[in-house]
C-alpha cells in the first residue's frame, strides 16, 4: 500500500470519528413540545438589538420533559453577545450552546435546563432575553456629513423554534417613525415606533419567513475595540484603577470632507456624529483623570450622583463614521465595600471584571489584569462567565523585590450584561503589611550611612596645608 493511500484511510478514519463524536453530543429534539404561546420584542433603538420573549410550551406527550431548546434561524456565533433564561418568577435557568440532530450547520441552539420538569399534558412558561451585536449594517454605508444614518435589520418574521408552535406575535420598536421601508407578512401594521407583526398561528418547526426593516437610527454607534482594565490591590485600603479604552465610531462613514464651520452651526441634537458621551463611576472613586497620548483632556465634567459619580467624557474632536480616538482613564476606590477577610484568614476581592463605559455599548476585546498585593498564596479564582485565563503574570511596583502576582483574563463580544463581579480568594500574611515599611527604613538608612561616609571622609589628592613643611 502507498503512502498516500495510507494517509487518506486514516483522514477517512479521523473524519468518521469526529463526526460520530459530533453525533453522539448532538441534542435530539422532543416532538412533544410544541409552543402553545410565543410573544416577542424586538427594540432597535440602539445599536444593539434587544430580543425578549415569553414562551408558554406544553408537554404533549406521555413522559415528563426537562429541557427546551431556543434556536435562531441564521449563524449568529459573532453576533450574540449575551443571552439569559428565567422561569415564571424570574428564576435564572442554566442554557448552554448545542448542536442539534437534524437541523444546519448555521444555526446556533441554547439547551435550557428547566427548574423542574414538565408533567405530561402541563405547561411551563419561560422567559428569554437576547442580546446581538453587529447586527445593524449602515444602509447606505458612506454617507455625508449632513446626511441622516439609515440601518437595515434582517430577521425572521416567525419565532424560529425546532417546535411546532401555535400562536406568535413580535412587536418591533424602531428608534423613530423615519421607516423607509419594512417587510409586510400579514397580518402587519404599524403604530408610532412599533411595528407589530402577527399573530401567526400553526406554524412549523424551523420555519423562516424573512423580515427586513430599513429606517433612521442616529443612536451612537460607539464601539469599544479594545479594553485594557487594570485593578492593583492594596492591603493599605486603596484600590487602584486604570482603564486604557480604544473607541471607533462604527455606524456609516463619513463620505467627503469635514467641515468644521457647518458642524458648529448644526444645532441638531439627532446627529449621527459623537460629541461626548456618560460613564459611570462608582459613588467613593476619587483622583479621576482622563488623558489620551497628547495629555490631559480637560473637556470632561464629573457629577457626583447618590448612588454614582456619572463623568462625561468629550473627546478632543467628534466622532463620525470610520473616525476612532483612544485614552486612558483612570481612578482610585476604597478597598472596604471590595475586599473581605474570611474567618479562616482568607481574603476575598470582588470587583468587576467588566465596567460601565457608555450606555449600549458593544466592547469586542477585553482584557482585565488584577495585580494582587506582594506574598499572596492559594489563589482561587471564579468568574461570573466564561473567560479565556490568560497565564499569570508578575509585576514590580515600588520598592518591590519579590513581585506581584497579576491574573489575567480576556473576552470578546461583551456589552453591558457583562458588567459582572470577578471573586478571587486568596492567602496573604499579616506580616507582609511591614513589608514596603521595612524596604523603605532600609532604604532610607543606607542613604544616610552612605551620606555620612561621604561627609566624613576625604577624597581628595592634594595635601591639607597644616601638613605643608617650611
Sequence with gaps: MSENKKIEIMWKILIFCLFFTVINSAEVVNKNVINRKVVRSIDLNSQLVKISGTITLENAGKEAVGNYLIGFER???????????????????KAGR??????????????????????PGKTATILYEVVLTKALPPYPSSITQKEKQLVRYFGNHYFYSPYYTEYQKTDVLVSSRAVETYSKLKPVSQTDS???????????????????????NNAPFLTVT????????????????????????????????????????????????????????????????YRD??????TSSVKPKKDYIELELRPRFPLFGGWQSSYILGY??????????????????????????FDDM???????????????????????????RLPDGVAYKYLDNIGRTVIRASKSNLVEQHIQDIEITYGWPSHMLLHEPVLVSIALFLTFIIVIIYVRLDFSIRKPEHAKKD
Design 226 to 289: 479594545r479594553l485594557e482594565r487594570t485593578i492593583e490591590v492594596s492591603h493599605w485600603g486603596n484600590i487602584a484603577i486604570e482603564e486604557a479604552i480604544e473607541i471607533k465610531h462604527t455606524g456609516a462613514k463619513l463620505k467627503g470632507p469635514f467641515s468644521r464651520y457647518d458642524y458648529q452651526r448644526d444645532t441638531s441634537s439627532n446627529h449621527h456624529s459623537i460629541k461626548s458621551y456618560k460613564t459611570v463611576l462608582p459613588a467613593l472613586a476619587h483622583s479621576i483623570y
Design 362 to 388: 458593544a466592547v469586542e476585546e477585553l482584557e482585565t489584569n488584577i495585580v494582587l498585593p506582594v506574598g499572596v498564596s492559594n489563589i482561587k479564582v471564579k468568574t461570573p462567565y466564561e473567560v479565556k
Design 75 to 93: 449563524d449568529l456565533q459573532g453576533s450574540i453577545a449575551y443571552i439569559t433564561v428565567q422561569d415564571s418568577l424570574k428564576t435564572p435557568l
Design 332 to 357: 482610585s476606590v476604597p478597598s472596604y465595600p471590595y475586599l473581605f477577610r474570611k474567618s479562616n484568614g482568607e481574603f476575598v476581592l470582588n470587583v468587576r471584571l467588566l465596567d460601565h463605559v
Design 293 to 298: 497620548m497628547n495629555g490631559n483632556i480637560s
Design 98 to 119: 448545542v448542536a442539534v440532530v437534524g437541523a444546519g450547520t448555521t444555526e446556533v441552539f441554547y439547551n435550557v435546563q428547566l427548574k423542574s420538569n414538565v408533567e
Design 194 to 216: 412599533t411595528i407589530s407583526y402577527g399573530p401567526y398561528e400553526k406554524v412549523p418547526a424551523y420555519s423562516i419567513d424573512h423580515m427586513t426593516i430599513h429606517y433612521e
